[in-house]
């Protein structure tokens, strides 16, 4: 038996567009003489679509998407996820279902139980879990297809689930599993990944077919990586990351375990992969081309801008660099070399003018109070009308540069710096912002050395640097990253052997600036824990704060 | 036997102050040789705590909590909702329950069974939904123990959920039932809560005791409004909506019947009394006293101003009027009688000069572009600058004064009007606002007749009217209802008689508007669907777009 995998990249809500692609990949395996091809997780409507669910305008047109595909399948037996109805009353009203077509009919259709409802996703807000299980003869061969998350129970110390679909399925011998996915990138699971695919295979002993999504769906990146698995436990093929991709195998070839690819894995070289394709999709989804950066010399805005050169094409991106009073001549000077590295158009804009002007007006009013905050955030917010009057008059996209360690701890000026339509790097702790800068210098020098190794400093005050009143990147991101992505408390991250003071003046500052992040653009997520979506905080609250 | 109910006001996260409000609750109770008091759901750590839940350290916290409840009970039961902890590896590590605690000790746990999952409710991201149900006798009587939703899937066309604790507990044929509820507020809830309570003592034919949270936590307002039931299926007490309160209770008048109580209902009166509620909280809870707002002579800003001075006192509300050189003589002096009715300091800062700062510097990148949207953002923008540095040097919380509608159809500037730490009727269609405006004069003019009178118009260009880009108000709200709260396809609201081109533009706008929308503040909720973490669309999505 041949069997195909097609990793593409879906659109959420454009029927039109994922089923051209679908048929476009049916086309190719019916090609390759291939007896079955799968597809991914919901891939008629995209994932995740949230609320579009709860629109039966929607879910009919995921409907007339599937008999659409199945009109395809006179030749060969496709496998593509679906949302589906409930016919029972009482429950969710849909099901996040897997269909096997063929004979341009629905030949089988099995829901999933494990409805992944943490971090970024929200399945039970839709679905009813399932309750039973079986498996199809396809062809003589008998199939256990599953969705996702039913195979995650497997290989974990606290199983979120009291139930396992394959452990059911499994009573009926199938010949082989096959799981649609839509299994989002961080930079961890790919690892986490196969470590589950192998447990399962290792308790099964069947070939597997795990297919996933590729594509970014605002700030949810999913990395592709569909696997392979020969039935001893091996990985027999991992497909490429962060791009679409068509395979075919053979049944047999896959049960005798001929072959073993597996692909790199590297922290940071994922991590540029991904922002790559999160800002291309972000734009090429909305159908925008054009972006635009506010370049201060220093590194988060050069990270910032050459990850959307590479996404866009340097000819779609501008930069402008808006120096204050207080901006430093090699600050001009680090953001010119950087935006002539790149042979990109760059505005120099000064602002002293427009801060002056708001000054004027306000001088009245605040009479004799001393220059603070407020004064800083006006140089910020200057630029900000600055940059959003271009992206308005030009339709270029502003992207944000804040990067995760002053989002954390509100270092940043909300409607100033914080403005922007996506936030490219703030899923990226400052010390990774360094570690990407190197890496993107690699073969060469993109981002000026002096923008990479000068003190960090926001430049708003006279001889201002981000250690006045922040701890070192390296401290800081350490009590982050075990506070955010850690979910350690206090006390658990005092007994590491921090200070206790730093640890509560960190945590205090992450949680009272929840009500700034609220307020943000959609963050790439890189991380198991990224701001938005996938964390949940409440802006009135007295905990730790 | 005799039942207290103690109805209070909660923060999220804020251990002692919750506690000593039970304690002070439980002391009013036992001088009333109350035998049971009763509290509502979560109350340890107010509700919803969201993901402050995956902390170890928050959980420890609650059963701290819980600890010194039980020190209180020594002569009295104690009712309270607390996460507990759940001891089987498999299924998620917590679960949402109801305490009776007594003689110094935890008596009894019953966990909750159906977890809201929708709408503005995340619950089974992190609880264990209960499968097993069993009832206590507590001094002679038996009491069947329900948190919230496990008594609402009864009564209801399409139930969620496939089980109903009550029908197991019944068996036990209890005395009497007590529901521990965090249920907000939503103009049609308290309807729809009488109508299920009555379905539930209708069916199990015992008198129930229902206590609800009130106070608002962020965007979501808890209205109070809890019940005490008949066992015939009538109200016997319905408390006061939107303010704490202590009530108490001998059973058998309960079961006998005596009384019937009901509170007035009233969808302007409650959206009125829930945003003034859902103000006050918001920065009693942060720690703040003192609001801004950007007034322009229009309604919005009039009702949002007005509001807030009910919520904090004039006193502590500061207005700024900031005209440009499209603004109308009218505007300026409605602004000021606005602020002259209600007392309240006001500033006047013209931006024409900070409009012609900013032209300046982009004129020539602009070059002969024509005006457009770009200039009229500049404007919005420049207003958002100053009321911002007011905000930084006072220490004010700007408050957003967008309505629903605007909001909707993306009829605002990103980083100009849409700034602010809330949003006060955000929640509230145009037409809406003009009969809250209505209401707000019923006993003396305090918004100005031409305020409420004047066509609408954001006066960011010249003889600009809101009739110029979108449909009367009458025509857009209502298609904005159907679609939101309704949930209605553009199909389905066009065989309703609405004009098809009509239909298919403002749902694309309200699609297409979405990236503002996730920038916006948390809007105080007074629909069945508000925007917000109540209503999740994806930004890059080709759903009617």
């Given at each position: 038996m041949?069997?195909?995998?097609?990793?593409?990249?879906?659109?959420?809500?454009?029927?039109?567009?994922?089923?051209?692609?679908?048929?476009?990949?049916?086309?190719?395996?019916?090609?390759?003489?291939?007896?079955?091809?799968?597809?991914?997780?919901?891939?008629?409507?995209?994932?995740?679509?949230?609320?579009?669910?709860?629109?039966?305008?929607?879910?009919?047109?995921?409907?007339?998407?599937?008999?659409?595909?199945?009109?395809?399948?006179?030749?060969?037996?496709?496998?593509?996820?679906s949302p589906s109805k409930n016919p029972v009353i009482e429950g969710k009203d849909l099901f996040n279902s897997v269909y096997l077509l063929y004979n341009k009919k629905v030949e089988f259709v099995q829901h999933k139980a494990l409805l992944p409802t943490y971090d970024v996703f929200d399945e039970y807000r839709y679905f009813e879990p399932a309750t039973e299980f079986s498996t199809v003869v396809f062809k003589g061969k008998r199939i256990a297809l599953t969705v996702c998350e039913d195979i995650w129970n497997i290989g974990n110390e606290n199983p979120l689930y009291t139930v396992c679909p394959l452990d059911e399925m499994i009573a009926d011998d199938p010949d082989f599993i096959i799981n649609v996915s839509a299994s989002p990138f961080n930079y961890d699971h790919a690892e986490a990944r196969i470590h589950v695919l192998k447990a399962n295979v290792k308790r099964y002993k069947k070939p597997m077919f795990y297919v996933n999504h590729v594509g970014a769906q605002t700030e949810i990146i999913f990395d592709g990586g569909s696997v392979v698995m020969r039935p001893d436990g091996k990985v027999y093929e991992e497909l490429p990351y962060f791009e679409e991709g068509y395979r075919i195998y053979d049944l047999e070839d896959v049960e005798q375990g001929k072959e073993n690819i597996l692909q790199p894995k590297d922290k940071i070289l994922e991590i540029h992969d991904a922002i790559v394709l999160g800002i291309k999709d972000y734009f090429g989804k909305l159908g925008f081309t054009k972006a635009i950066v506010g370049l201060s010399g220093g590194i988060d805005s050069a990270v910032t801008t050459v990850l959307a050169a590479r996404a866009l094409g340097p000819e779609n991106v501008r930069v402008v660099l808006m120096p204050s009073q207080f901006s430093s001549d090699h600050s001009v000077n680090d953001a010119v070399a950087l935006a002539e590295n790149l042979g990109m158009q760059y505005d120099i804009i000064p602002i002293k003018d427009l801060y002056d002007g708001f000054m004027d007006k306000l001088s009245p009013i605040f009479k004799d109070l001393p220059f603070n905050v407020t004064e800083e955030n006006i140089q910020a917010r200057s630029r900000g009308v600055l940059l959003m009057a271009m992206s308005n008059k030009f339709g270029n996209i502003l992207l944000n540069t804040s990067n995760k360690s002053e989002m954390a701890v509100g270092y940043g000026t909300l409607y100033g710096d914080m403005c922007g339509g996506l936030s490219v790097i703030g899923d990226v702790y400052k010390t990774d912002v360094f570690t990407l800068a190197e890496y993107i210098n690699k073969d060469g020098v993109v981002i000026p050395i002096n923008t990479i190794t000068k003190p960090p400093s926001a430049e708003l005050r006279p001889n201002q640097k981000d250690s006045d009143s922040l701890p070192e990147y390296e401290i800081l991101d350490e009590i982050l990253y075990k506070y955010i992505e850690g979910q350690l408390g206090p006390k658990e991250i005092i007994a590491l052997g921090f200070d206790e003071k730093l640890v509560r003046r960190i945590l205090r500052l992450v949680n009272i600036n929840e009500f700034k992040r609220y307020q943000t653009a959609p963050v790439l997520r890189v991380s198991s824990k990224a701001f938005g979506m996938g964390r949940r905080v409440p802006i009135v609250g007295k905990y730790l704060s």
């Open positions: 041949k069997i195909a995998i097609a990793q593409l990249n879906y659109h959420i809500g454009n029927f039109d567009g994922n089923l051209a692609k679908m048929l476009k990949a049916i086309d190719w395996a019916k090609e390759q003489n291939a007896d079955l091809v799968c597809f991914s997780e919901l891939a008629t409507c995209g994932y995740p679509p949230r609320d579009f669910l709860e629109f039966d305008d929607f879910i009919n047109l995921c409907d007339e998407t599937i008999q659409k595909l199945a009109q395809a399948s006179d030749e060969i037996g496709i496998v593509v996820g």
